[in-house]
């Protein structure tokens, strides 16, 4: 009997099929309850769609993608004031402000699509292919042609994917490594990942704990992100507008719903200086691993107390003592993640520009555009 591939896009997640979290069960940013949370609260140039792939009627894949507009971006990033951002500014807001992106623009690593066993890798990302060109179909027809076509982020092992012939037009990319921590199996308590570390990095850990002497750290509920929502945002856009680049901004109810659809599984930790909110960080429960999420400080305490090392300190504290496997750091503030015990990890990408003229010169225009990051790895091990 002849399989019957195909796909379909869904525009809400209320409209998944009920079998979509059987596929899910291996990645929270793929469940059902993640996806009503950016149904709620996406950025505000952000439209999401979700694929499910299918064998005859039988779900046997399933997507996300993300058009994002960076026309109603306000700000790339204030922290690189030169003449190459804004040759970079002027370039996304004529050329390529409209992407779409086959994974989650929010989050580092394969966070785009899950197969079952019963699909082939090469298929799937076959039918993730027609599934890309549909939506640039649709998005012409309302006016708003994709620019830039994006599948992302896959580890460089994952040859199944990355020798796909859907690829062969595509610019093949890296950025940023994605940073992960692991957490060794000897690990039960705190003391014992202080006690891995080499003197130096001791004294860093010890030094970065008496900073924040006076600082309460505490779980929130979701009546607490409600009722310090304007806080929280300023102290977000205080980090997330100096960042080297931007392509999203958080909507103002974004935590608040995450909290609401994940409940148990997101966790929102406010730092509070004399009953002050100072800062706050975010983890999701993924499996055997935790994944960090957004977080925002003030400035003048950042300086003073090292909240983000603090911060980087309670995530590895909090992982150990539930004895997840490691944690998902991500991109981005990589020098400090190595030094407390982060690897860095390599990711690839694949970009298509729909100007052919433009889409043979990719290669040269996103290195000229991609903002450099030089840091040093360090090994804060014994």
């Known amino acids: ?49 979700y694929i499910g792939l299918f064998n005859d009627g039988e779900l046997i894949g399933i997507a996300l993608s993300q058009f994002l507009d960076l026309n109603l971006v306000d700000s790339f990033g204030e922290r690189d004031n030169c003449i190459k951002t ?78 796909a012939s859907e690829f062969q037009s595509f610019y093949k990319f890296t950025t940023q490594p994605n940073m992960i921590f692991s957490i060794a199996d000897n690990w039960k308590t705190e003391e014992d990942y202080v006690g891995a570390l080499s003197k130096k990095y001791r004294d860093q850990y010890k030094r970065a704990h008496k900073k924040l002497d006076g600082v309460e750290k505490r779980k929130m509920s979701l009546a607490e992100i409600k009722q310090y929502n304007t806080t929280l945002n300023a102290l977000y856009y ?16 974004h935590f608040y719903e995450l909290k609401n659809q ?40 950042q300086r003073e107390m090292m909240v983000y090392l603090n911060m980087l300190y309670d995530m590895i504290n909090y992982s150990i003592k539930k004895q997840y496997k490691g944690i998902t750091f991500a991109r981005t503030a990589l020098e400090i993640k190595s030094s407390v015990g982060a690897k860095p990890y390599e990711m690839v990408g694949f970009i298509q520009h729909s100007n052919p003229l433009i889409n043979r010169f990719a290669g040269k225009i996103f290195k000229s555009l991609e903002p450099e990051t030089i840091w040093q790895e360090r090994n804060p091990f014994k």
């Open 262 to 301: 994940l409940g148990h599984n997101f966790l929102f930790y406010g730092y509070f200086l004399e009953g002050k909110l100072i800062g706050f960080n975010t983890l999701i429960k993924n499996g055997n691993v935790i994944d960090t999420y957004f977080l925002g400080y003030d400035e003048e305490h």
């Open 86 to 163: 804004s040759i970079r500014n002027f370039v996304f807001r004529n050329f390529t402000s409209h992407v779409l992106f086959m994974g989650n623009n929010m989050l580092t690593g394969q966070n785009a699509f899950i197969f079952s066993k019963e699909l082939d890798t090469k298929k799937g990302i076959t039918l993730l292919h027609k599934a890309a060109e549909e939506l640039q179909s649709r998005f012409k027809k309302k006016g708003k042609k994709i620019h830039l076509t994006t599948f992302k982020d896959f580890f460089t092992h994952e040859n199944d994917i990355l020798e």
């Open 238 to 253: 205080n980090v997330a507008k100096n960042a080297p680049f931007n392509t999203f901004f958080l909507s103002e109810n």
């Open 1 to 49: 009997m002849k399989q019957s591939y195909h796909y379909k896009i869904y525009s809400s997640a209320t409209e998944l099929p009920d079998s979509w979290n059987s596929l899910a069960v291996s990645n929270i940013f793929l469940s059902t309850d993640y996806l009503k949370a950016l149904d709620e609260s996406a950025p505000k140039n952000m439209t999401c769609h």
